[in-house]
């Protein structure tokens, strides 16, 4: 089986990103592309409809890591080592997030990942993530 | 010059917890994840059970890093509210009821939020902790750390950077 379809069927086998209808649009080549619909169980404050924080954390998160795993150079599974979130604006109610991750080094033993989560407004990032993942070696 | 006589423990008591409920029953997020807290005076333990849902890794298992991300920056704005807003409940700037009555406060952003991994989340209940390090009339800066069976092993901490709500005008 390819790596790819790898990496996609183990994303997919995740409970908790499956229980925020994570979805796969793109992945290949250290780049991973991800989509989840507007859920209002994942507001953050309900006077406006915004999401929490910590939902977009956790699509940053897997994408970054679907990136590592989709990567040439990189062995087997990864691990977040730290991930750091800027949130620049707040995502605009009813609409469904998008995040694209790169990674762009990998060492031996680690990945350097960064990723954009938007909304429909595609000009506007809502976030941007920057992190580093292990690389599971050949034991 | 007599002191004012101390309220009863119970009367004080049931109004913080109160204030504590509503504050943390006005976020969606929060109760999707389940977490609650448990408070010491001015102490707060975010607590979140164990779930299949929030496994991250099928094979170890352990707990999704998002979940722990999340556990984290719940606890931080939570703790963080909280502190501004003991505050002013013992100022008496606020009142407790109209809390409880639903007028939340607004709620601090975040502007951005570190995570460091330590070591992977058992599935089991976790537990976490937030220590505010600065609290300005603009920013905020807060700490926070995640354990689960032994307090002094976190498996995960965070620092984040927040933007202080305005005051409803």
Known sequence: ?139 | MSRRRPEPVQVVKQRRDAALQALVQGVPYVQFLGITFDRRGDELTAVLPFHERLIGNPMLPAIHGGVTAALLEVTAVIGLAWSVLWDEIEAGAIDPEQLIAGRLPRLPKTIDFTVDYLRSGLPRDAYARAQVNRSGRRYASVHVEAWQDNRARAFAQATGHFLMPTPRG
Do not use: W
């Open chain 1, 1 to 139: 089986m390819d790596k790819v379809k790898m990496a996609r069927q183990f994303i997919e086998a995740i409970p908790h990103a499956r229980e925020l209808g994570m979805e796969f649009t793109d992945i290949g080549d250290g780049a991973a592309a991800m989509r989840m619909p507007y859920d209002p169980r994942l507001v953050g404050d309900p006077e406006t409809g915004v999401l929490h924080g910590g939902a977009v954390y956790a699509l940053l998160d897997t994408t970054c890591g679907a990136a590592v795993i989709a990567h040439p150079s990189n062995p087997g599974g990864t691990a977040t080592i730290g991930l750091r979130v800027d949130y620049m604006r707040a995502a605009t109610a009813g609409q469904a997030l998008r995040t694209h991750a790169q990674c762009y080094h990998l060492t031996r033993n680690v990945a350097f990942v960064r990723a954009t989560a938007m909304d429909d407004d595609s000009e506007n990032p809502v976030a941007v993530a920057n992190g580093t993942f292990t690389v599971e070696g050949l034991k």
